[in-house]
């Protein structure tokens, strides 16, 4: 017979809701808490984490009370280089890259979205960023933003100058 292996990764505080491949060696996960939570397949610990990744004292979304750490509701990565996406209910969306040899997130840029960012899928070619973004929450309805619109936001991606000049 074959033997199996399984490993166990060690979450703390609060359920993952949603986790993307990075590469071969990385995975990126959300979590409950807030936290976003970048993982080393290797390891049973995180490489590096960012707790409370999107709360702020600015509220983009009306009628969220923001006691609570807001959710990490979507993970988008493009698979085989740095650049990671979060979403949440905070009314942003937010680009961050894995620096220092993917032992730490660093943020890169933060976009307003109005509503519950619930999905994230980079393009192919890296040029678009796909976000499905809802008046409610994917999994449950306890919240609901009446301003907000059920839609799917397409956001262009510039790359820099300088890998525009290596193609």
Request: hydrophobic fraction near 45%.
């Amino acid at each position: 017979l074959l033997s199996m292996s399984v490993f166990l990764f060690i979450v703390v505080r609060a359920s993952i809701d949603c986790c993307k491949m990075v590469n071969e060696q990385y995975m990126l996960a959300g979590s409950q808490d807030g936290a976003i939570s970048l993982w080393n397949i290797a390891k049973k610990k995180p490489s590096a984490k960012v707790p409370q990744a999107h709360s702020s004292s600015e509220v983009l979304c009306p009628g969220i009370d923001g006691r609570d750490s807001p959710w990490i509701s979507a993970i988008g990565a493009l698979p085989l280089t740095d650049l990671v996406a979060s979403g949440s209910m905070d009314g942003r969306l937010k680009l961050w890259k894995c620096a220092d040899n993917f032992t730490k997130l660093e943020l890169l840029h933060s976009i307003p979205i109005v509503g519950f960012i619930n999905a994230l899928a980079f393009s192919s070619s890296g040029d678009h960023l796909i976000a499905g973004v809802g008046q409610e929450h994917r999994l449950g309805r306890w919240w609901a933003l009446k301003g907000a619109k059920n839609r799917v936001a397409i956001i262009r991606l510039k790359k820099k100058q300088k890998e525009q000049e290596e193609r």
